[in-house]
């Protein structure tokens, strides 16, 4: 037997004894593997969440293909050089998906300032007396304005179909937001339960919410110059290309295949180094579990 077969099989042996060293989990149809929203739902969410709740996201990949297609011929008809309007037209792609993100981030953080008040009326409403979905239901008047649409569908619902569960999926789904995943459960499993710890329930779910809007307001406002910082160092090298478009001959080196390399690489690398700016300046976002 040849040294070189020998060495295969050795190998293959110490790979075999590394492997078993690892437990392997397979999932089984009493514990399905959880997995986390695929793209088209994520992007669902934060179309709720910006306020386009009539907006699909088929929408949003058409509108992100004509963008990309307007702005490509735009500069091919400036330029002249196919990488350079392959690159700004697929920034223009991403734009309506990154204006989402955007709109819904800030939605997020109005909106969670205001869920503590949302809480105390909910609280209040059931310490005067009010069955659970008319407590619910009152928040279309008496809570938060920017809350009140959602409760009030919630309370035509409830009035059409008397069905507690149902209208609380429904509401979940037109909220789309963290803070009502976890309130609308906690209702869910008090009204299951039942009891007289529900107004304790709502307190200390207030003040929770209260501490964690103040703490992470806090926390936004010392990051948000890396954040920002990160944003411009990005778009510096791209606004610099694009004032070099304006001059007649000045990109005809990206044309070829050295400036494609030299654009491909650039592209990678801002892109790269803008994620792992966010990813160490931004906090993390509240992803919902109780979806």
């Not at 709740?53 to 992100?64: D, E, I, L, Q």
């Not at 937001?177 to 207030?206: H, K």
């Not at 070099?244 to 801002?270: D, E, I, K, M």
Request: aromatic share 8%.
């Amino acid at each position: 037997m040849s040294p070189l077969v020998v060495g295969l099989l050795f190998g293959a042996g110490v790979f075999c004894i590394y492997w078993s060293c690892w437990p392997q989990h397979t999932p089984t149809s009493e514990a399905p593997e959880r997995r986390g929203p695929s793209f088209v739902e994520d992007l669902r969410d934060h179309l709720r969440q910006a306020g386009y709740p009539t907006v699909t996201p088929t929408n949003v990949f058409v509108a992100s293909l004509c963008l990309f297609l307007v702005v490509f011929l735009l500069f091919m008809l400036a330029t002249g050089v196919v990488p350079v309007a392959l690159c700004f037209g697929g920034m223009a792609g991403a734009g309506p998906v990154a204006l989402i993100r955007m709109r819904a981030r800030k939605q997020r953080g109005r909106l969670r300032d205001l869920w503590p008040d949302a809480v105390d009326n909910l609280a209040s409403g059931v310490r005067a007396g009010l069955a659970l979905p008319e407590a619910l239901a009152q928040l279309a008047v008496r809570g938060p304005e920017e809350l009140r649409p959602a409760f009030s569908g919630f309370a035509e619902d409830y009035r059409a179909t008397g069905r507690f569960h149902d209208c609380l999926d429904r509401l979940k789904d037109a909220m789309s937001d963290p803070v009502a995943d976890r309130l609308i459960e906690s209702l869910r499993i008090a009204r299951e339960v039942g009891g007289s710890d529900l107004g304790r329930l709502l307190r200390t779910l207030s003040t929770f919410l209260r501490e964690d809007a103040r703490t992470r307001a806090e926390l936004e406002t010392r990051q948000g110059w890396t954040v920002n910082a990160a944003r411009l160092a990005v778009a510096a090298p791209w606004i610099v290309l694009a004032m070099l478009g304006l001059r007649g001959g000045s990109l005809q080196a990206y044309a070829t295949p050295t400036g494609w390399l030299v654009l491909a690489f650039g592209a990678g690398l801002c892109a790269v180094a803008y994620r792992l700016m966010v990813w160490i300046g931004r906090l993390p976002e509240e992803e919902r579990v109780l979806r």
